[in-house]
Nanobody, 125 residues
Framework: QVQLVESGGGSVQAGGSLRLSCAAS????????VGWFRQAPGKEREPVAG????????YYADSVKGRFTISQDNAKNTVYLQMNELKPEDTAMYYC??????????????????WGQGTQVTVSS
């Protein structure tokens, strides 16, 4: 059974940091790309960051560039999202997702076949 399990969310004050984890299990083939997406109440889901696992290349939304870092630990089948200098506008439910094909760019949510249950991040001012 394929699973993606996020953890690491919580409540922090503006300027603080959190590290999210996305642990994968049950995959019989290597995930091509793992992405982080977020959705705030009343807003559409938006891409945050993505990593192509074979190449190690990373991509970020403009809104988080320079503050967030996506990385992977292949031995643990885990992808991380280090979030620094958090802002109230970063408040959202964060989801990790995995895809098994290259297809369109990392930010296309429709390309991802597997999703985690989400972890809540709340940033207070």
């Amino acid at each position: 059974q394929v699973q993606l399990v996020e953890s690491g969310g919580g409540s922090v004050q503006a300027g603080g940091s959190l590290r999210l984890s996305c642990a994968a299990s049950g995959f019989t083939a290597r995930r091509i790309c793992v992405g982080w997406f977020r959705q705030a109440p009343g807003k559409e889901r938006e891409p945050v960051a993505g990593i192509y696992t074979r190449e190690g290349t990373t991509y970020y939304a403009d809104s988080v560039k320079g503050r967030f870092t996506i990385s992977q630990d292949n031995a643990k089948n885990t992808v991380y999202l280090q979030m620094n200098e958090l802002k109230p506008e970063d408040t959202a439910m964060y989801y990790c997702a995995a895809r098994m094909t290259y297809g369109r760019g990392w930010s296309w949510a429709e390309e991802y076949s597997y999703w985690g249950q989400g972890t809540q991040v709340t940033v207070s001012s």
